[in-house]
């Protein structure tokens, strides 16, 4: 108790509130600019760390990290534009639900799982120091190979009306996902002899083309974020806060596999948030309760993904804190920090830093507790954006999408992916493929490959006897069969979909992609072309039983919509020809006006404002703040 | 119309203003490791050195242990020597351990400086009860690696064959936290590859039994720890396993594309020179945990000029023992 009340004495200290502070309005401000994450914040901030005191520069450094996956949800709901590639899985309700004049709920219900997530990822923290070595250490790669598995099973959930088209998208995810150096034996799988796509494709440009893409084409197509003509319910946000505690057990059933997922260093936060998100659809939907199915605008597919990816952050300083061992490039940082400021990480911080230690857990806390609060304060505002006209959000969100997934690293061919990811979305969704179950396949594919390999590499087969293995296994297994059960009970009352032309197009097309993966896996190494292959092999027999299933089509479909998709996708690329052709600056401000220009609206006056502003912002962080190497455009000089 | 045509000005001069003046370090590894570390700080001193004082943006270019990277400034046909680039030391042994591999050529970038040249070392945990290399070297023990082209496999692939070590490499960890995590667990009984500085953080030589010292010259850390190449007897397995290890000479180098010129080149090395010299610059380093020791640009072209000299036969022994 003495500690305690030393640590919160040392951080009332004025300055120290400032640095924590800023820390969350940066963080805060990190959150919401699409394609960018904590670890861009923390680069920001270190070098202003190295003239604070320890508490001041922790505070600094935590109050940031803590809250980026809290403002990231304002984009995901609003627009369906993840801030952060935490924020993905939030897009697919959350988003639903502004459609429907619920944005205030939806943030209101998405903040206070946020904050309590992140408090109880401070609260197992704590909980966890006298602990933390055996804990860090309690699973080994088999164990993580087993929920690896697990998180998988849960793309049958994910999956919509069509569980075959689910689980080819989770197919294609995972193909996608293994493009790059292999991680056995280094050689390269899908590169097109790219150095480019070495590291495999860019996350945060895959998860911003596959979500973002559509769900701005949606907004445009609608003329605004809601469906409905509705004024946005009064008193959504006090709503969605009574959701949320409503559904406490379910946000610390979801914090527990934030925290506990973000001790293990090479799992992620995108992991986390989707194995959060499949766990919470695992329960049965409370229909009778009038909430709708996840997918369609279900609350809890808010509450779970937010309470997770707050959590983490808990979590994730574990390693760090026990070993001196980083769980993350964010951790990495933080490391770092701890060598200027002399601080030694490892239990005899207790002994030796026990006031550090408990002002970080306390600023962890604390940074969570005034993020949502500020946020929760900006959303009766933030909520009517839901009601502006589409014509002036989306070319503007739409700048912010180019420029996040292009900033990492500046490369045409990250704008080309966006493009090409945004059609893959924009397909995927009119032709009722389920994006969440690609997004599981993409995220979680690799690290079953690499957990398999390693797992095998130190044990043999025998890590398949582990108790914790055998335990992940069944419930896999479990789930597997209530689905097919669920699946076989649904058949009659399924209305089923007529089979297109369209259909039948893209399957023979998702098909012909599979046939010439699969050949090109001959040349590869053993090691290096087994799991592709059982992907591709898998991904065969389920294209036959769809086709199968769908048998010959009675109708072209729905081609009109295809071609406006067809149509929209061609606005992202304009962007990324003017961005390349007339750099990050003058690109975006040409395509602003040329888009108010060409849907006639906002008035130009207005537009060029509006375009200032934007580029304002852009320019503030991307050459003041940190400044980048942009590459020279391609007019450059005229 | 004037108004666009106004903006449109005013924001490509934003644009000029932001990038005139301005050079940048990439890294070849991701954010927080020690080449992020000792580029951020270079990044800060450098352009105090250089003429125009040029302000200095430090980016992350990850991928293949630094071959993504060393790939690009191969590519690279700017001749204004802007952009320096942090790539791994082994690289410049492509050649020797690699020679199909024409993705980089340390012959044709050029080498400014390289801020470090400490030893690594092969550690195991104490509770494994493995106290002496020579009982590492027959202990059956699991080593951790991330890649076969880094260090953390070539260092001990080499060290197991130079002495028939009944040592197995475990290979595909992500970075070698999750190496130092999986040793702590039990998974794995030793990493080679590991720096003084790395030893030194948190309270690992408390946890860590320190066997043997990877480089040609032993060093003054302090960490104590049998001298490798001393436990060899054969002079051509000796000399084999030493070219494995002349990378540790030149530790953390940066590098320009292959087309700056030669003026530009005098003109970063001299900078580095100074920079290295300079008190503040060694200063800041001791605040921020780093450990230098300098090697000029010169010194770098005389130890890989050294390395690629070495007898063809030497060589293809090295080669053989890093497979």
Known sequence: ?638 | MKAISLAVALSFTAGLAAQADTMSIKVGYAPGGSFDLVSRIVGDHIGAFLTGTPDVIVENVPGAGSLKLGKLVMADTATDGMVLASISPALAQIPILDPENTDFDPLKVHYIAAMSSESSYCVTPKSTGIETFDAFLQSGAKVGATGKSSSTYTYPAAIKAAFGANIEIVTGFEGSAEIDLAMERGDLQGRCGISAADLMESDMLSRYNVLGEIAVVRSETGVGADFILDKLSDPTTKAALALVFSVTRIHHPFVVAPATSPERVAELRAAFDAMAADPAFQEDAKTRGIQLGYTSGAGIDAVIAEMLATDPAIKELARQMVQ
Not at chain 1, 457 to 475: H, R
Not at chain 1, 537 to 559: C, E, K, M, N, Y
Request: charged share 10%; aromatic share 8%.
């Open chain 1, 1 to 638: 108790m003495d500690v305690l009340i030393a640590a919160l004495i040392e951080m009332a200290e004025p300055l120290r509130l400032a640095m924590l502070i800023l820390g969350v309005l940066l963080g805060l401000v990190v959150g919401v600019i699409p394609g960018i994450g904590g670890i861009f914040g923390l680069t920001i901030l270190i070098p202003i760390t190295y003239g604070l005191d320890p508490i001041s520069a922790f505070a600094l450094l935590l109050g940031m990290a803590s809250v980026t996956t809290t403002s990231d949800t304002i984009p995901a709901v609003l627009i369906g534009v993840p801030g952060t590639v935490g924020a993905a899985a939030t897009v697919v309700d959350g988003h639903e639900m502004a459609k429907n004049g619920e944005a205030a709920r939806a943030l209101g219900a998405a903040y206070t799982a946020s904050m309590i997530g992140g408090v109880f990822g401070a609260v197992m923290l704590a909980l966890s120091i006298p602990v933390m070595r055996p804990l860090v250490l309690l699973l080994n790669y088999g164990d993580l190979f087993a929920i690896t598995v697990f998180g998988l099973t849960l793309v049958a959930l994910l999956s919509g009306s069509n569980w075959i088209k689910g689980l080819l998208a989770a197919h294609l995810g995972a193909l996608v996902a293994y493009v790059g150096l292999d991680p056995y034996e280094g050689v390269e799988r899908w590169t097109f002899g790219q150095v480019y796509l070495w590291d495999g494709v860019p996350v945060a440009v895959v998860f911003l083309g596959l979500f973002a893409i559509p769900e701005l084409a949606g907004v445009l197509a609608r003329g605004q974020i809601q469906t409905t003509m509705l004024a946005p319910e009064p008193g959504g946000l006090l709503r969605g806060i009574r959701d949320a505690l409503r559904h406490w057990r379910l946000i610390l059933r979801s914090g527990s596999i934030g925290a506990f997922l973000g001790a293990v260093p090479g799992v992620g936060v995108v992991v986390i948030e989707w194995v959060a998100y499949g766990d919470a659809a695992r329960a049965k939907t409370d229909a009778a309760k009038g909430e709708p199915a996840y997918g369609k605008g279900n609350i809890r597919g808010v509450i779970a993904p937010e309470s997770a990816n707050n959590a983490k952050e808990g979590g994730s300083l574990l390693p760090t804190l026990a070993f001196g061992i980083p769980g993350s490039a964010s951790m990495a940082i933080l490391l770092g920090a701890f060598a200027v400021h002399g601080v030694v990480p490892g239990p005899k911080m207790l002994e030796e830093n026990a006031t550090l230690l408990v002002t970080m857990i306390l600023t962890v806390a604390v940074a969570n507790v005034l993020g949502a609060v500020i946020c929760l304060g900006l959303t009766p505002w933030l909520a009517r954006l839901a009601r502006v006209p589409a014509t002036s959000l989306v070319p503007l969100a739409l700048v912010f999408v180019g420029i996040g997934a292009f900033y990492a690293a500046k490369d045409w061919r990250d704008l080309l992916l966006l493009v090409v990811f945004g059609l893959l979305g924009l397909v995927l969704r009119r032709l009722g493929w389920s994006r969440p179950a690609f997004a599981l396949g993409f995220v979680l594919a690799p690290n079953l490959e690499r957990f398999f390999f390693l797992s095998w590499q130190i044990s043999g087969w025998s890590w398949l006897t582990q108790p914790v293995v055998l335990i992940f296994l069944a419930i896999a297994a479990t789930t597997i069969l209530r689905s097919l059960g669920s699946w076989r009970r649904g058949r009659g009352e399924r209305t089923k979909d007529a089979p297109t032309r369209l259909d039948l197009s893209f399957t023979l097309a998702v098909l012909a992609v599979v046939l010439v993966a699969g050949v090109s896996l001959l040349r590869m190494p053993e090691a290096a072309a087994i799991f592709p292959a059982i992907v591709v092999g898998s991904a065969l027999v389920f294209i036959l039983l769809l086709i199968w299933q769908t048998g010959l089509p009675q109708a072209v479909g729905d081609r009109q919509g295809l071609v406006a998709d067809l149509g929209f996708i061609l606005i992202p690329g304009g962007l990324g020809l003017a961005i390349l052709a007339l750099g990050h600056l003058a690109g975006p401000l040409v395509f602003l006006m040329l888009a108010a220009w060409r849907f006639g609206s906002p008035r130009p006056l207005v537009a060029l404002v509006q375009a200032v502003l934007a580029l304002a912002v852009v320019y503030a962080i991307f050459d003041f703040l940190v400044p980048q190497s942009w590459p020279q455009p391609w007019l450059w000089p005229f």
